[in-house]
């Protein structure tokens, strides 16, 4: 197998042998990739600079297996600068992608909306958890199991804006009757209106942007399994060494 010109993103990259680098990369027709980065690690080598996160990439590969061996890279526009509490964001996606794509399965929609949330993140402003939000809900989708948002698990009645839902996971949202009996439920209490704000992809109520925070990371946790997200441990030894209250963006 040979390819040429293919557009990529590096997500991870660790030592491999005295001299190269083992790849994983994003890229829109074949998915996630493993690669070996032969002598990247030299000091001469020109790979050293290119082959750096969220720097868009124009790669190839050949070879057979799970793992390919690198035959190019070149940038293909700038890097995206990514700074502070984003940087860690995006640390935040390349991981996701790692831990729950299947290596050469496409996800073109899905590369497109990684590249559209790395633009939101540079732009700042302070939307970038809501960017997260609508990422990890395109993510879901991608993967199949998108989120029901619009209809009432249990009777397909329109969720209505007002009332309060539990969200159970591979169900969908199913509307609390009583909430003044507070009782138990198996899955994420959730506003009707969060529901129908975050299917619009309209997070710029804090209510709503609390309570899908809660909520993706609810239906994300059976995918990723029990080993904790070095990226949110990261971004929460951030937080603490600022000295705030906030739980981080991840």
């Not at 040429?4 to 994983?24: G, I």
């Not at 600068?81 to 929609?109: A, I, S």
């Amino acid at each position: 197998m040979r390819v040429q010109q293919q557009q990529a993103f590096v997500l991870h990259t660790r030592s491999y042998s005295e001299t190269s680098l083992l790849l994983e990369v994003f890229t829109p027709q074949y998915g996630r990739v493993g690669l070996i980065a032969k002598g990247a690690r030299r000091p001469q080598s020109r790979l050293r600079a290119v082959l750096a996160p969220f720097q868009p990439l124009l790669i190839g590969w050949s070879g057979r297996g799970e793992l390919m061996i690198l035959t190019g890279a070149e940038p293909d526009g700038v890097e995206y600068g990514l700074q502070g509490e984003v940087l860690y964001c995006g640390f935040y996606l390349n991981e996701l992608l790692t831990r729950l794509l299947h290596r050469y399965d496409p996800h073109e929609q899905l590369y497109n909306a990684y590249r559209e949330t790395l633009e939101l993140l540079v732009q700042g402003g302070g939307r970038f958890e809501a960017a997260l939000r609508l990422f990890e809900k395109r993510l879901l989708r991608e993967l199949g199991y998108g989120l029901m948002l619009e209809h009432d698990a249990a009777d397909r009645s329109p969720i209505a804006a007002e009332a309060l839902y539990e969200y159970v996971p591979e169900r969908g949202p199913i509307r609390i009757r009583h909430p003044e009996l507070h009782t138990r439920t198996e899955g994420v209490r959730v506003l009707g209106g969060s529901l129908l704000a975050l299917a619009s992809d309209d997070l710029s109520d804090p209510r709503t942007l609390r309570e899908a925070k809660l909520l993706m990371r609810t239906l994300l946790a059976p995918h990723l399994g029990e080993r904790p997200l070095h990226s949110r441990h990261l971004f929460r030894q951030l937080v603490q060494g600022r000295g705030t209250e906030q739980g981080g963006a991840a």
